[in-house]
């Protein structure tokens, strides 16, 4: 299985889903006596991490991903 990017999975709202800080998904905002606080991305980077590690690759994968650039030459 080829790792998902942290931004494909942020924009499928997918990474929500391995967010412990808004008990996966459930939570994008929490209230305050000044009002609400949304996450806004906040804590992705712990939710990508979370990811990284269930689906048993590394960071160093999706750097490879990222890096690669495919060109298609014509004839």
Known sequence: MIPQTMEQLQ???????YCADT?????ASYGTPNGQ???EGAYCESAYERY???IGATDTI????????VTIVED
């Open 23 to 27: 008990d996966y998904g459930e939570h």
């Open 11 to 17: 924009d499928s709202e997918e990474l929500c889903g």
């Open 52 to 54: 990284l590690e269930e």
């Open 37 to 39: 606080v949304f996450c």
């Open 62 to 69: 999706i750097k490879i991903k990222i890096r690669t650039k």
